[in-house]
């Protein structure tokens, strides 16, 4: 078998958001009080305005952490670990139940599609008190696939 060689492609906004709709696993990196990062396994989509959202709850340190400092990046993954990946950097918002309703059912949307019963997910969502964070992709890298470098094998 012959080695794998990493691969690091430049591409527009339309090709970025092609890449991330299917791909709802991510590190999403804030900062901390400390000012050291602060990384969280995340489920996320991708909204109808091309932004990254991610559920969460108002008391978890990204939540917090996001709205002390909006700037934040998210690795997103493929579902292969050795797929392709890219890093998102942007600025973060933090919308809190009720004025997450709408936003969180075009959340579920994004990663799952139609839910059988939209009134049982929106009374869910009040009772969990969920938090969305909405990340406007500010700057991306390429979409990068592990390996060896070129010229190295």
């Known amino acids: 078998m012959s080695p794998k060689i990493a691969t690091a492609d430049k ?14 696993h991510g590190l999403l990196a804030t900062t901390r009080s400390s000012g050291r990062p ?16 991610v559920s969460t709850y108002p008391e978890r340190a990204k939540a917090r952490n996001a ?5 934040v990046s998210i690795c997103v993954l493929s579902d292969d670990w050795n797929g392709p990946y890219v890093q998102v950097d942007g600025s973060a918002e933090v919308l809190d139940m009720p004025e997450a309703e709408d936003a969180f059912v075009e959340y579920y949307r994004s990663i799952a599609g139609e839910h059988p019963d939209w009134d049982e997910y929106r009374q869910a969502m009040h009772r969990q008190n969920k938090s969305l964070i909405r990340i406007t992709i500010d700057t991306w890298g390429p979409i990068a696939t592990g390996g060896f470098p070129p010229g190295r094998v």
């Open 11 to 24: 591409v527009d906004r339309d090709a970025l958001i092609d890449f991330l709709r299917p791909r709802h």
């Open 38 to 53: 602060q990384l969280s396994p995340v489920s996320c989509g991708v909204d109808g305005e091309g932004r990254i959202v």
């Open 67 to 71: 709205r002390r400092d909006e700037r």
